[in-house]
């Protein structure tokens, strides 16, 4: 018997896959019917096996699950003393800053022109796109406050001018590394000043949006370590592989125990990278307000900053009562800690619970949440986005015959949004055509997803919000 017919439904958007054979911890799903049909045998065997990695003790699958690389995209392990690599994959701390701009609404960017310029003034500030190309008015940093970046994140000192952090703005605004030499992996290093402050490709993107209820004005980055993350991932999954006596072409299968030598390596650099990430988000959003000031004469300000690939040390509360410290680790999913959570006490958030920022798809756009109590049954966790339904291969072949009605669709949807009722027509790109890879069509429905966390009790949707213009890179 299959892994999908062991599956279990536990409620109405509760799926569960008892512990069996080699699993250590039971998986736990939060889909809708509709959501787990989508999922297949390819899927759960995956959840099952990252279930059972050495000092597993819980799995969890969010409603925008899908297979990945060694732990299903969507997916949280949370271990006793086991770092799993897959559980941050190759872009380590891929995450999203949304900015929200001062005293402008929706009809200030009904107009396509001022969106347009609003594009251009964002890309000369910030490079898209494959590779290290700089962009016109990209800031550049010295080796010194690279490494100063990598060892303490978005409090580096080279990077106090412009920032204008607040620490309860980050979800992290540094993470602790220790024995740590940034230049022991060549291939790594080499890519971090060049492309510190730059967006990259695939589904990375810089996107101005519109409050769908209250037509406030605000922007989304999404974009993680770049080079520098992925060299280090790729370094650490050979590395992990040749430790445990795996071949390379399962080396995403590898893991390592916090206390052995190649394991806290990996945790130091892999943090550095998550620095890098955190790093590179606010760099890129002092350009973005720089572009508002430019095109709207409007200030702006980070609303919050979160990862969503991390691996991190945490306080676990179980269903005694009590707590313990584990490692979890979110593969495409965010972090929820709601209203009390331990490790939010003394900031901002700690009677509301922190922001979540979900990313949908470059049509219908996305939506940040406020965690509830019921986010303790998904591993304090919550997807990441609304989750492919197409691979990038397969949306390229099977899209290209309807490429025009795509294009169109995304020059002439029209809304009408905010109290005063004003219809935007269309969505501007950066791109001549829209990628294929990245359209409407390859995602699964964000609002599908996101009322399964409603349902459940899990997290409450507070802002829904719509794109107008759409940078994003190419190659």
């Not at 992990?240 to 893991?255: D, I, T, V, Y």
């Not at 495409?332 to 958030?349: E, K, N, S």
Request: aromatic share 8%.
């Amino acid at each position: 018997m299959g892994w999908l017919k062991r599956v279990e439904k536990n409620g109405q958007n509760h799926y569960v896959l008892p512990a069996l054979n080699s699993m250590r911890t039971d998986v736990h799903a939060f889909l809708s019917e509709k959501l787990f049909a989508q999922t297949d045998e390819a899927l759960w065997a995956q959840a099952a096996a990252s279930a059972s990695y050495p000092g597993a003790i819980g799995m969890y699958l969010m409603p925008d699950c899908h297979l990945g690389f060694g732990i299903p995209i969507g997916g949280v392990l949370i271990t006793e003393d086991t770092i799993v690599q897959a559980g941050s994959g190759y872009d380590i701390s891929c995450g999203v800053a949304y900015l929200r701009a001062d005293g402008i609404h929706a009809h200030e960017v009904a107009d396509p022109e001022r969106r347009r310029a609003w594009v251009g003034a964002v890309e000369r500030r910030v490079a898209v796109g494959v590779g290290s190309r700089r962009a016109e008015m990209m800031p550049e940093f010295s080796s010194c406050e690279m490494e100063d970046i990598l060892r303490n994140g978005v409090l580096a000192s080279g990077l106090a001018p412009g920032i204008r952090l607040n620490p309860d703005t980050c979800e992290r605004p540094n993470i602790p590394v220790f024995d740590f030499d940034a230049k022991a992996i060549p291939t790594a290093y080499e890519k971090a000043r060049p492309q510190l402050g730059s967006v990259g490709s695939g589904n990375h993107f810089i996107e101005l949006q519109v409050d769908r209820d209250d037509g406030s004005i605000w922007a989304m980055i999404h974009c993680g370590s770049r080079g520098y993350g992925w060299q280090t991932a790729n370094h650490f999954f050979h590395a992990g592989a040749e430790l445990r006596g795996l071949p390379k072409n399962r080396r995403e299968e590898s893991w390592l125990r916090i206390d052995e030598p190649l394991g806290k390596a990996y945790w130091a650099h892999h943090n550095s990278a998550a620095n890098y990430a955190v790093a590179n988000r606010h760099v890129i959003a002092r350009g973005v307000r720089q572009a508002f000031e430019e095109v709207f004469g409007c200030g702006s300000e980070v609303f919050y900053e979160i990862s969503h690939n991390l691996v991190q040390e945490e306080t676990l509360l179980l269903p005694d009562g009590t707590a313990k410290r584990g490692l979890v680790h979110r593969k495409g999913a965010t972090r929820a800690f709601p209203a009390g959570h331990p490790d939010l006490v003394g900031t901002r958030w700690e009677k509301t619970g922190h922001p979540c920022l979900i990313p949908g798809s470059m049509l219908d756009g996305a939506a940040i949440l406020f965690p509830l109590n019921g986010a303790y049954k998904s591993g304090c966790s919550v997807n990441h986005g609304s989750g492919r339904v197409m691979g990038r291969g397969q949306a390229k072949r099977e899209l290209s015959a309807i490429h025009d009605e795509i294009d169109e669709e995304m020059r002439s949807v029209r809304r009408t949004l905010g109290p005063s009722k004003t219809e935007i027509v269309g969505v501007v790109e950066n791109t001549e055509r829209t990628p294929l890879d990245e359209c409407g069509m390859c995602y699964k429905d964000l609002d599908d997803v996101l009322q399964v966390l409603e349902d459940e009790g899990i997290a409450k949707v507070h802002r829904r919000l719509l794109p107008v213009a759409n940078i994003k890179g190419t190659g």
